[in-house]
């Protein structure tokens, strides 16, 4: 099975490569140039590691040994042995994502992703030493800190936007410990610092360098990939719990970013899983709501910031494979990402728009919108959750509102509320002054449900890098480590 960039206009490659390279040359994104055969049902036996083993070993056949790659990824590290939870709650069930190392979804790819590009470099007998290379909005860079320290023959590089995170996020990644690692801040918000990475890879390309470029962000399909195994896990929960029969269908509500978690879905359901309808869930910063109601893609506007930052972007990466799997016209997505690096904008053809609209339906909410579900499912339904997974109830609502969709729906939690305490406590009506530890205890206190150990260790540690850069400044930067 080879993979193609969504832009055609570089060679076909194994799946070891596509992990290895990342962006491919023509700054497209690797796709397998068609799904395997995948025995869905057989997938939904076992436990969430068995999953995983069969779904990476059926898009990346070139890795070997995948069930003891993914063994080594997980065991340990996760607070529930099926590592991605779903839990009733009201009408919907939340499926949490966020019971990992770092207490961020990130953690199911990212633990991942090491074991996947160690694996891919012995295959392909390269020497030298890969540097990761990371621009993230907050959760990718700790994430990502975490699966790669101290991984041999592999260093690592994050860049996040100066005072684009929280204070908890910042922490998380200032204090990292490990041979292997840099964190950097940008002067910039987070497009600046992932175009900064993107133009990296650019100018790299033809260098010889000690070191070989590859991408912790999920452009990386060794990054996407993981991620399929939660929506296995999740149906499989449904149908133990008797909430509905093999086959039936599920919705899935996506709080979204770069469209790496739903596009899994969408891969998840190409699989064969009987997925429903996929909801993309965005907040103020809400392109991907347009360009699924209307086809037309534009990000000529200002990037607001909200109280959920990891959702706080305008460049959706991930889009372009979903664009490369509909219409399977390569010709057409390079055009589409050039006018998009040009112009900002673009439009899809209608018949495009239209296979899109028969697979997602979207929804955006606002910091105000958010605050009220948070207060409302917690006082209501006993729920905490953060202003992400806010904005994905937010938009499952939408959703059964206007269509009357009665299958069931599934909400994607993807942050621990307690990497959020700001935003949680001024929603359910708490005391929200004090340092961000401050509030995590105070919400602790509050709600009864104990601050994840990861987070509550961070007070006190050892600040380890400082550093903040200006934007034009981040080659010089690789160049030097
Ligand atoms: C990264 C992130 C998202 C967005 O995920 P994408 O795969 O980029 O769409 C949503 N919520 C949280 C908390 C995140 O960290």
Known sequence: ML????????????????VLEGLAPDGGLYMPEELPEFDWKDCLTGSSMDMSAKILSALLPDIPNMP??????YTGKFETEDLTPTVPVGDFSVLELFRGPTSAFKDVA???LPQLLTAAKKVKGMEKDILILTATSGDTGKAALEGFHDVPGIRICVFYPDGGV????????????????????????FDDAQTGVKNIFAACQDRELPFALSSANSINIG???????????AYRDLLDAGKIRLGDEVNFSVPTGNFGDILAGYLAKKLGLPVGKLICASNANNVLTDFIRTGIYDRRRPLLKTTSPS???????????????????????????????????YTVPAELIEKIQGEFWAAYCDDARAAEIMDRVYRELGYLCDPHTASGWAAAEDYVNQTGDKRPMVVLSTASPYKFPAAVLTAIGGDTSGSEFDQMA?????TGVPV??????????????????????????????
């Open 311 to 345: 959702m706080d972007i305008l460049v959706s990466s991930n889009l372009e494979r979903l664009l490369y799997l509909l219409s399977e016209d390569t010709e057409l997505v390079a055009d589409l990402m050039k006018k998009l690096n040009t112009e900002g904008a």
């Open 452 to 481: 994840p150990k990861n987070l509550a260790s961070l007070q006190g540690k050892e600040e380890r890098h400082t550093g903040v850069i200006d934007k034009d400044k981040m080659l010089d930067y690789v160049l030097s480590l």
């Open 110 to 112: 990212l633990s991942m």
């Open 442 to 446: 105070r919400l602790s206190t509050v």
């Open 3 to 18: 993979y193609h960039s969504t832009r055609g206009r570089s060679r076909p490659v194994d799946s070891a490569e596509a």
């Open 68 to 73: 003891k790659l993914v063994r080594r990824a």
């Open 166 to 189: 929280s204070q908890v996020q910042r922490s998380q990644m200032v204090t990292q410990e490990g041979n292997n690692v840099a964190v950097c801040a940008v002067r910039g918000n």
């Open 223 to 233: 990054r996407l990939a993981p991620q399929i195994m939660y929506y296995f896990r």
